[in-house]
């Protein structure tokens, strides 16, 4: 597959799984609120249905208070009595029911208002017909009962109630139509959420067999691929391990065929040195002989003074001399340096059993004068143990307690720690130092070869870090480095802690 064809896959997957996000979306919000509203209508349509129920029960309650009066009028029985006054208490609190659950709607609380005159009006009259009875005056209990009636305080309440059942019911319609159209559009929209979601979900499958299809395909020719992979590793190894051979013997023949010019050109520079002090003893010589008078014999060494000119040339010819020498002499410590590189390139390791603390605890000691100078401290916590080549720990480890030592910052006590410990098969060392620091540009400059950072004003050819760091790739593992200027330096090295013997030797 190219790379166009997978990145418009990756682009047609996305897109699908935005769309499915969305759809989601829309269907779980829109359920959320039609379920929810739906819910508010079943519940206004309750409501109505609770409304129209309590006035019916209110009107009951006042015409069960009229017929237990007429009977308790007509027999005076006792239970006609009790009845009624069990009728009367139902009315007040009937009313006020009807009162609170009609508060909602303002034609309602008006014809409330008008229900609950009429009713007063009419316990009043009740009230007036049964002190009648108690009195022992039936007929005035009988003119007053027939005047309620005339009056038409009972079909008022009744119209009224009729008027608010009436009301009541429209809402009902209203609220149960509204109810029906909320649950529909939730049906509706479940429905065509489900359609799109196994829309969705065929497209997604077609997309799924597509990309297994083309995987499938790219595996067969990835098996293809590898099937050479192998030859074709072990061929690049032994090229690259060859090419590094050549130029390791490359490397240790131009050093030591550079070595013996340099030892002619130092023998003769020390030729020259001399002659020319027997050259500037002669010239001064004459410098001191009369016009017309016979020629001196020469002084012996360095007691001809030379003056003007002469003088001048003189030290000139020795700083010359002296350029010279300090280059020859720089040179050949590169030429060392590189002899010594090529050697321990050669060198095969021999992993053994290694207390790092006694080691570095045997470096630190033969480092007791330098450190005593630069007035530093090395402080040493508990290291773990490792299997390794001893002859390169030394080297790793000496040479960064050497460079913590060489680069603290003048007349600052320098505070040295060495800390150490595993993680996942690794022993991991920490070097540190409150030092002069490092630049965060040079951090992977001072691990190149003849590379140096900040102020030179130590000795050094720059190669002693970028054979540390050799030696720990050789030996299987990481090194880096943390530092800020004028802040310290840290430098970090992951080892494994049992070094693989078979191995060994297999980055050469």
Do not use: C
Not at 95 to 108: C, E, P, T
Not at 192 to 217: H, M, N, T
Not at 222 to 232: D, G, I, P, Q, T
Not at 416 to 427: F, N, S
């Amino acid at each position: 597959m190219t790379a166009e064809a997978h990145r418009r896959r990756t682009f047609w997957q996305i897109l699908l799984f935005s769309a499915g996000l969305l759809v989601l979306t829309v269907i779980s919000a829109g359920s959320v609120y039609l379920v929810n509203k739906a819910r508010e209508d079943s519940k206004w349509v309750i409501h109505t249905i609770e409304v129209e129920n309590q006035v019916n029960a209110l009107l009951l309650e006042v015409r069960r208070a009229e017929s237990a009066l007429r009977g308790y009028l007509l027999t005076l029985g006792p239970e006609f009595q009790t009845d009624y006054e069990k009728a009367v208490a139902a009315i007040v609190p009937a009313l006020d029911r009807v009162r609170r659950l009609s508060g909602d709607n303002a034609a309602q609380r008006e014809s409330t208002e008008k229900l609950s005159a009429a009713i007063e009006t009419r316990l009043g009259q009740f009230a007036r017909e049964l002190d009648a009875i108690k009195q022992g005056q039936p007929d005035m209990a009988m003119a007053l009962a027939r005047q309620a009636a005339a009056e038409g305080t009972t079909t008022t309440i009744g119209n009224v109630a009729v008027a608010m059942i009436g009301e009541e019911e429209r809402l009902l319609r209203l609220r149960t139509a509204n109810a029906d159209r909320s649950q529909t559009l939730a049906a509706s929209m479940t429905g065509i959420g489900s359609g799109l979601v196994v829309l969705l979900a065929l497209i997604s499958i077609w997309l799924v067999r597509r990309s297994a299809l083309a995987r499938d395909e790219a595996e067969n020719r990835l098996r293809e691929a590898y099937a050479n992979l192998e030859s074709v590793v072990s061929e690049r190894t032994a090229d690259l391990r060859e090419a590094n051979d050549e130029i390791q013997r490359f490397a240790y023949i131009v050093s030591h065929d550079l070595r013996s010019p340099l030892v002619n050109i130092m023998g003769f520079t020390s030729e020259l040195d001399e002659l020319g002090n027997d050259i500037f003893r002669r010239i001064g010589s004459l410098a001191q002989v009369p016009a017309d008078g016979p020629t001196l014999a020469p002084a012996g060494p360095g007691e001809i003074a030379l003056e003007g000119a002469d003088k001048q040339l003189s030290e000139d010819f020795s700083e010359a001399l002296g350029f010279i020498k300090s280059s020859i002499a720089k040179m050949d410590r590169l030429i060392s340096a590189i002899l010594n590189l090529t050697r321990e390139g050669r060198r095969e390791f021999q992993p053994v059993k290694i207390a790092t603390s006694e080691l570095i605890e045997a470096i630190v000691s033969t480092l007791a004068h330098q450190t005593a100078e630069a007035q530093a401290e090395i402080h040493l916590e508990p290291l773990p143990n490792v299997v390794s080549d001893r002859l390169a720990l030394e080297q790793i480890f000496s040479n960064l307690i050497d460079n913590a030592i060489k680069y603290l910052k003048p007349g600052v006590p320098g505070e040295i720690r060495i800390r150490g410990r595993t993680k996942l098969g690794y022993a991991i060392f920490e070097i540190s130092d409150n030092g002069r620091g490092i630049d965060a540009r040079d951090h992977q400059r001072i691990f190149e070869l003849f590379r140096r950072a900040g102020t030179q004003d130590k000795p050094g050819q720059g190669i002693g870090l970028a054979h540390v760091r050799a030696l720990v790739r050789r030996l299987g593992g990481t090194m880096s480095v943390s530092s800020e200027l004028n802040a310290g330096s840290t430098f970090t090295i992951t080892l494994p802690i049992a070094w693989n013997v078979s191995n060994r030797n297999a980055d050469r």
